[in-house]
DNA sequence: AAGGATTTTATTCGGTTGACAAGCGAAAAT
DNA sequence: ATTTTCGCTTGTCAACCGAATAAAATCCTT
């Protein structure tokens, strides 16, 4: 039977598009509650940015908040890969400045990420406790172990490190359309993100 | 005529009476922006939270976005205010430094500054360009000269410099709640702020 | 071709939003 | 003392919100 069981293109096409369908309203949500915060954004545009209907959200994903997690997961999931993959290096100064590039270079490809944070961190609620249990303190406890490894960090200092790093790597990208209207700096572009990525490496290890 | 004219307690208690509820609203109505953003927050809440109702503010304010401006007008007044009182010191790099400090120390006092921000910044509609224009340029080109009075930082590098002292300067105060939770550091107690002022001072001028 | 999962469309519900208009009452002007 | 002014309160409005539902349409699977 030699071309037996034509027709379907594939096996799982199904499923394939199921997640698909899933994978654009994540991607929808993504960037509308990162411009709008959670109760700014309404499911009625991420479902019309996402190309659907209201209604296949309440399908897909139980409720509104669901959705805000599924957001949140997806967007610290890649951040989780990109960090694990350390590149173990010569010079263990070299490799820290390494480690500040990537992480400057993440924070340019994702300025959500800092969006969320500031969103959410403002308000002690539910949402902040689950975003920081489930995604940040993780994150926080290797930055912990890394500067153990290299550079006598005082422990007392570490908060004060960690939120300067980040701030100082994302805060120029999560607000591009201010830089580029205030300095005429395009902070999306190639050339600009290597360019702060040096810049913030050589400022916090000369 | 000694007690003539009494009363009256004061000759112009109706504008003094007009000018209190606004700056309550006002007041209300920045830290209500700043939790919850421009689209977050509605006016009712703004108002419960001057102590007030919601049609006091279509009067005194034509209208919500009236209401963000008169709130953001207040905010970057005091930054202003704060800037201009410059220490004209001694040694020009010691200078620099308690400017940085006094950098983070407003941002300490003042984390809406960071958040009205990172809300406006990010999109490209009309209330940002009137914020860059109105407030943020003045601040950017008064960074412009010092830092060229100062040290000698490449043109070029002027944006990279700017965005990462804000970030690195003020996120920490921006998301207080979340740091708390995250290491236990208050960042609202002066020492905290102290803390921090100096470990960006010595960041960014070693 | 039948069956079931995905998707669309439509509707309902309780509630909130910003803007507006009419009227109240005390201060101010005459 | 009467009238006018004006800061303020109250109630109303259409529009929109999120959530839930139901039924029909579409498409993959078998």
Redesign the pocket.
């Known amino acids: 039977m030699p071309a037996a ?1 034509a ?12 997640e ?3 994978e654009r309203i994540v991607a929808a949500a993504i960037d509308t509650f990162a411009e709008k915060g959670f ?9 019309r940015r996402a ?10 994903f ?6 805000w997690r599924a957001a949140v997961d997806t967007i610290f999931g890649w951040l989780e890969s990109e960090w694990s993959a350390s590149p173990s290096g010569l010079d263990p100064r070299e490799t820290a400045r390494e480690a500040i590039r990537s992480w400057v270079r993440f924070a340019a490809a994702h300025p959500e990420l800092l969006r969320f944070m500031v969103n959410e961190g403002r308000e002690s609620d539910e949402r902040m406790r689950w975003l920081v249990e489930t995604h940040i303190r993780p994150r926080y406890a290797d930055l912990a172990s890394r500067t153990n490894e290299i550079a006598g960090l005082p422990e007392a200092l570490l908060p004060h490190f960690f939120y300067a790093l980040v701030g100082a790597g994302s805060l120029i990208f999560s607000v591009a359309p201010e830089c580029r209207r205030l300095t005429g700096l395009d902070p999306t572009r190639e050339e600009a993100i290597e360019t702060h990525a040096e810049f913030v490496a050589r400022l916090i290890l000369p």
Chains 1, 2 share one sequence.
């Not at 700014?40 to 545009?45: D, L, M, Q």
Request: hydrophobic fraction near 30%; charged fraction near 25%; proline fraction near 2%.
């Open positions: 069981k027709a379907t293109a594939a096996p799982h096409a199904r499923a394939r598009q199921r698909a369908t899933r109760r700014g954004a309404s499911t009625r545009e991420i479902a190309g659907t209907n209201q209604g296949l959200i309440t399908y897909h139980r409720s509104k908040d669901a959705l």
